[in-house]
């Protein structure tokens, strides 16, 4: 009776399948809708605090070279028409689109006008 056998899975085969299933259900959205659309998602998730300048500029200036090297009219429209919350410390922020961080010489792209 102590000799019983059975197909057992271990904690471990567990964990690395449903982490190996994780990884393919986000490859799958990232390469359905497209890297730009993962990436907005994402952020959107992720990203629902106020962001400090510097952190602005640099997320257009990344947007204005994936326009450059691209060319996809989604990423001017991102360019042109998100709003980031920008803490100007404390309390305060403040709402900017990188045309307007643009306008006050703090990003440069002359390769996008909105």
Excluded: H, P
């Amino acid at each position: 009776m102590n000799n019983k056998k059975g197909q057992t899975l271990s904690i471990n085969t567990i964990i690395i399948t449903i982490l190996a299933i994780f990884v393919l259900v986000i490859l799958v959205v990232a390469l359905a809708g497209g890297s730009g659309n993962f990436m907005d998602w994402w952020n959107e998730i992720w990203e629902s605090q106020a962001i400090d300048a510097q952190a602005a500029i640099l997320k257009c200036d990344g947007l204005c070279t994936r326009y450059d090297t691209v060319g996809d009219e989604s990423l001017r429209n991102q360019f042109c028409t998100n709003v980031f919350e920008i803490s100007g410390g404390g309390e305060d922020v403040v709402e900017m689109t990188c045309a307007e961080l643009v306008s006050n010489g703090k990003v440069s792209c002359s390769s996008i006008s909105c």
